[in-house]
T-cell receptor, first 111, second 112 residues
Framework: GDSVTQTEGPVTLSEGTSLTVNCSYE??????LFWYVQYPGEGPQLLFK?????EKGSSRGFEATYNKEATSFHLQKASVQESDSAVYYC??????????FGEGTKLTVSS | AQTIHQWPVAEIKAVGSPLSLGCTIK??????LYWYWQATGGTLQQLFY??????VESVVQLNLSASRPKDDQFILSTEKLLLSHSGFYLC???????????FGPGTRLTVL
């Protein structure tokens, strides 16, 4: 079945440093890939989606490129802020037509 | 603009008691609707989805049921709560089955 594996957290960074959260996926169908962010006590918010291979999604300074050959969709940000502290989820819709989430990566940014 | 409202915000219930959680979508006609469950510190697991009024498909039951009595309303319920039902329940909508989903604010359920 479809699955998503992402960087095991938690991740702690200082403000101004760069972030990479690894995400790899498995599906027998052509997937649409997503990154969601969840703040404490809230529902997840869509950061961005990328429906096509070798395309990039971006939002709020975060970006990820859908690498079909490597089946990866790593989230990156050049310079994190304290307000970026949250849990980040990689997700996909593949052959099952269900939205499948990774385990989540908790990011804490200290000033 | 579309809005999604969930009620109640939080519930504390006894084991064996009934439960009803609700979700309303405004500003979108005939959306696909979804229920998710999230354990504390865990990932999201889809429970049910509905593409139209009166039609609900179960993904993972967990001794829960769902109904869609109106186009803009989705209800999650059970007659008998278990300790394992504790967690965060999220309603979501999408325009089509393969589209991005937008989540509501969630309901925090504690079963004692």
């Amino acid at each position: 079945g479809d699955s998503v594996t992402q960087t095991e957290g938690p991740v702690t960074l200082s403000e101004g440093t760069s972030l990479t959260v690894n995400c790899s996926y498995e599906t027998k169908q052509y997937p649409t890939l997503f990154w969601y962010v969840q703040y404490p006590g809230e529902g997840p918010q869509l950061l961005f989606k990328v429906p096509k291979a070798n395309e990039k999604g971006s939002s709020r300074g975060f970006e990820a490129t859908y690498n079909k050959e490597a089946t990866s969709f790593h989230l990156q940000k050049a310079s994190v802020q304290e307000s970026d502290s949250a849990v980040y989820y990689c997700a996909l819709i593949g052959g099952s037509a269900k939205l499948i989430f990774g385990e989540g990566t908790k990011l804490t940014v200290s000033s | 603009a579309q809005t999604i409202h969930q009620w109640p915000v939080a519930e504390i219930k006894a084991v064996g008691s009934p439960l009803s959680l609700g979700c309303t979508i405004k500003g979108k006609s005939s959306p696909n609707l979804y229920w998710y469950w999230q354990a504390t510190g865990g990932t999201l697991q889809q429970l049910f989805y509905s593409i139209t009024v009166g039609q609900v498909e179960s993904v993972v039951q967990l001794n829960l049921s769902a109904s869609r009595p109106k186009d803009d309303q989705f209800i999650l319920s059970t007659e008998k709560l278990l300790l394992s039902h504790s967690g965060f329940y999220l309603c979501a909508w999408s325009l089509l089955g393969g589209d991005e989903q937008y989540f509501g604010p969630g309901t925090r359920l504690t079963v004692l």
